[in-house]
């Protein structure tokens, strides 16, 4: 019988390991099976293996297209897929295959992680940019370590620093006159006209149709309400906390998520979802809190979680608030802390004491949410608020097209991007660095003409 005792042991650890194991598959919490640290953007998801990974497939690419390919559409990729298939560049993909994202970027392998969760050793342009000093002799004393650098060249998004951009904004001032930001989104031009006089019909307290049960405390929320521009827009309580429960009947709900605000503001919902502050429940994980940011945050407030009430109070909306001291309260690094003494804020206390002059501030909102337009197919050009953070932020000179040119040249703004110091003290004072990816351009047209 004894000998039979360790067999019976190691049965009973074997079958209680597949039990838990396959208990930890199911359920949401699957960082038991996490390799090693997983880099900046993509840490929120890391516990939805299956985002990123087929099981006993590996990766998969249309996983990196379904979040990243819209970003790669709208930037023009500098390299697609297509250039790469070209039977003419087989010998090249022999050396490295950049028909696939994971060929560049592979998880979970911090000791050779870069910026941009680049994998790669940083000279990788060598091998199909290998006679580039002969083909252009202005590049002969760089090296191929040093062509992503800040102001150069980025892989997939060239778009603030193609040469015909370059050539497009030489000799600009560093600092442009008369600026004005772009309009705010005008929801009545928006609307059919037949829909105007009902959906825009304002509430009064009178006509909110709150909870029958909602305590006589609670008024002053409903007097928030009544100020609001949802009531003036004809937006009533129900419309935000009204439920359908299975059998169809209408329930009330105290708590309002993302769902409720996506009826009316799509763009910036799934703008949101797409940035670090709400990517987590883009993929059905519980939400975001302080105390997972990488970034530095107020201390006492890591158990906090993000919604979008977060920076937009449930009921006293308040743009200024959202813009900066929303932003604020929670982030806690020197970019963050330096904004107070910065020129941008002094732009933004002008604009916040005479609010009825055109918008010149720059608040946290103005260069990382920005306003961005869009083209209907009858050729209206519309504006919404951009809410994925992330959407100009890495590479950053993917905000010069969007915020840095509508005051600055870009000589100037390649420059300010290039210079991690000008940026931790929050753009206060003048670039240390210099760009010569404009000059260089220019003598390269001059050449070409003579």
């Known amino acids: 019988?004894?000998?039979?005792?360790?067999?019976?042991?190691?049965?009973?650890?074997?079958?209680?390991?597949?039990?838990?194991?396959?208990?930890?598959?199911?359920?949401?919490?699957?960082?038991?099976?996490?390799?090693?640290?997983?880099?900046?953007?993509?840490?929120?998801?890391?516990?939805?293996?299956?985002?990123?990974?087929?099981?006993?497939?590996?990766?998969?690419e249309q996983a990196c297209l379904d979040c990243h390919g819209a970003d790669l559409e709208a930037a023009n990729d500098s390299h697609p897929k297509n250039k790469f298939t070209d039977p003419r560049n087989a010998d090249r993909l022999e050396k490295l295959d950049a028909r696939k994202c994971i060929t560049c970027h592979i998880e979970h392998r911090p000791d050779q992680t870069h910026e941009m969760g680049l994998t790669l050793p940083e000279d990788y342009c060598f091998h199909c940019h290998e006679e580039i000093a002969k083909e252009r002799p202005s590049h002969e004393n760089y090296g191929f370590q040093s062509c992503a650098n800040a102001g150069c060249h980025n892989f997939h998004d060239n778009s603030a620093l193609y040469e015909d951009f370059l050539l497009k904004h030489l000799d600009e001032p560093d600092f442009k006159p008369n600026v004005t930001l772009p309009p705010r989104r005008d929801l009545k031009a928006e609307l059919q006209e037949d829909q105007l006089i009902e959906f825009f019909r304002p509430l009064t307290i009178a006509d909110a149709n709150h909870h029958e049960n909602l305590e006589s405390e609670r008024s002053a929320t409903?007097?928030?309400?009544?100020?609001?521009?949802?009531?003036?827009?004809?937006?009533?309580?129900?419309?935000?906390?009204?439920?359908?429960?299975?059998?169809?009947?209408?329930?009330?709900?105290?708590?309002?998520?993302?769902?409720?605000?996506?009826?009316?503001?799509?763009?910036?919902?799934?703008?949101?979802?797409?940035?670090?502050?709400?990517?987590?429940?883009s993929r059905h994980l519980a939400p975001m809190t302080l105390g997972q940011a990488r970034l530095e945050m107020k201390p006492g407030r890591h158990h906090e979680s993000l919604s979008c009430n977060s920076c937009h109070e449930s009921h006293a909306f308040n743009s200024e608030k959202a813009a900066v001291t929303a932003c604020i309260s929670c982030h806690d690094d020197d970019h963050s802390r330096a904004y107070f003494q910065s020129p941008h804020y002094q732009l933004w206390q002008n604009q916040v004491s005479t609010p009825d002059q055109p918008e010149t501030g720059v608040?946290?909102?103005?260069?990382?949410l920005p306003r961005v337009s869009r083209q209907d197919p009858d050729g209206t050009v519309r504006f919404h608020i951009e809410h994925n953070q992330n959407w100009n932020l890495e590479p950053n000179e993917k905000m010069i097209r969007s915020v840095c040119l509508q005051c600055h040249g870009l000589q100037f703004s390649i420059d300010s991007l290039a210079d991690p110091l000008l940026i931790r003290s929050n753009f206060l004072g003048r670039p240390s660095r210099h760009i010569e990816s404009l000059e260089l351009a220019r003598r390269r047209i001059e050449k070409t003409q003579k």
């Open 363 to 368: 608040s946290c909102a103005t260069c990382h």
């Open 222 to 281: 409903i007097e928030d309400w009544a100020n609001s521009s949802h009531a003036r827009a004809g937006v009533n309580c129900t419309d935000c906390h009204a439920t359908l429960s299975e059998s169809g009947q209408t329930l009330w709900t105290d708590t309002v998520n993302h769902t409720g605000c996506r009826d009316c503001h799509e763009n910036e919902t799934k703008g949101w979802m797409k940035g670090r502050h709400g990517m987590r429940q």
């Open 1 to 60: 019988m004894n000998s039979f005792l360790p067999w019976l042991l190691w049965i009973a650890v074997t079958i209680g390991l597949i039990v838990y194991f396959a208990f930890r598959l199911q359920s949401n919490d699957q960082s038991l099976f996490l390799p090693g640290p997983t880099t900046d953007g993509h840490y929120q998801i890391e516990l939805d293996c299956q985002a990123c990974h087929t099981p006993m497939m590996g990766i998969k």
